[in-house]
């Protein structure tokens, strides 16, 4: 697998979910921390997004895109001059944290803003460098001739989401996760040509991302920072000044890395035997094993394999917003 599937792949903790709304202005809401990602596609109207921190509002149009990979708080809103509700999610959907839910329904006769929202359950407590490092605000403003792709895309999951006929069940969230892919590969092939540092220059750098594969296909072989260079066409000293610089790090403390974050997805999500778990890694040992694992997370690989599977998942928790900005009635879990 390539490296922005892995990423997406060992951060993933279930099911994304997804809904249309039509909303009436005057409308206003605003939603708290959570766990994962949420996505926001307007279809027909307008709004405005207030990002979290001090970010400045951001004007969203017919066919823009925006995705809120961190997590944290936001708003939105059908105008700057418009009042927020907090609200609050249950299993129903969204309800009003105050009396008031006026700013939740609208008024008849307002106009009209219809969105495609949704949420993909990550696990934020250890997150691939790759999405650590996106903005907080990801936004694709349309603008014709860009991301045919990405429109075809929307288009077919809003035609699932709109009507729901044989198959839809099957269909919906592998479109959701196909669309998390097409609009990261958007902002990294927009943003791409600009940078100079960072993951989006890493991923455009074909040194890098060679060395980037190799690691990825077979965390278990023995690699060395002269046989990835190889591998990449360089000499081991520029290889691995290259590779940091983009990275953030060394060649093999990023490959220490994705061998334990992988056995972590492997304990989390399977019952395979330690000492397998540890071959699938590149550790000749379960005690080499274990020892590396416990520096990296602070705990044995048994005791972390019982911990997850004793306690709740890592990812959404009750109360916390889920992507959905549509009510009960038009949300639908993908």
Excluded at 160 to 174: C, Q
Excluded at 260 to 265: C, E, S
Excluded at 315 to 334: K, T
Aim: aromatic fraction near 6%; include cysteine; charge should be neutral.
């Amino acid at each position: 697998m390539d490296v922005l599937s892995d990423a997406i792949t060992v951060m993933r903790t279930g099911r994304p979910h997804s809904g249309l709304t039509d909303k009436l202005a005057p409308w206003g809401m605003r939603f708290p921390p959570a766990p994962g990602a949420g996505f926001h596609i307007v279809l027909r109207g307008s709004c405005w997004l207030l990002p979290p921190g001090d970010a400045p509002p951001v004007r969203l149009g017919v066919g823009d895109v925006v995705l809120l990979p961190s997590g944290r708080g936001f708003a939105l809103a059908d105008s700057l001059e418009t009042g927020l509700i907090d609200v609050v999610i249950t299993d129903g959907g969204l309800l009003p944290a105050q009396r008031d839910a006026t700013l939740l329904t609208g008024s008849p006769g307002g106009e009209v803003t219809t969105m495609l929202c949704g949420a993909y359950q990550l696990n934020q407590a250890r997150p691939h460098p790759l999405l650590a490092a996106l903005p907080e605000v990801v936004h694709l403003p349309a603008r014709v001739g860009h991301h045919p792709a990405l429109r075809s895309l929307i288009d077919l999951l809003g035609a699932e989401l709109t009507e729901r006929r044989l198959g839809s069940d099957a269909a919906t969230p592998a479109l959701l996760d196909t669309l998390l892919l097409y609009i990261l590969r958007a902002f990294f092939e927009e943003t791409a040509c600009a940078a100079t540092g960072g993951w989006a220059a890493a991923l455009g750098d074909p040194v890098v991302t060679t060395a980037l594969s190799e690691i990825h296909a077979d965390p278990a072989h023995p690699w060395t920072v002269e046989e990835l260079g190889a591998r990449a066409g360089l000499s081991r000293a520029a290889f691995a000044r290259r590779f940091t610089t983009l990275v953030g790090q060394p060649p093999l403390g990023y490959l220490t890395w994705w061998r334990m974050t992988t056995a972590g997805r492997l304990l989390r999500e399977s019952d395979a035997p330690l000492h397998r778990i540890a071959q699938q890694v590149g550790y000749l040992s379960e005690f080499a094993f274990a020892k590396a694992f416990k520096r990296e997370y602070g705990l044995s690989p048994g005791r972390y394999r019982d911990q997850r599977r004793a306690g709740r998942p890592d990812g959404q928790q009750d109360g916390q917003y889920d992507g959905r900005c549509s009510g009960p009635a038009l949300a639908a879990d993908g």
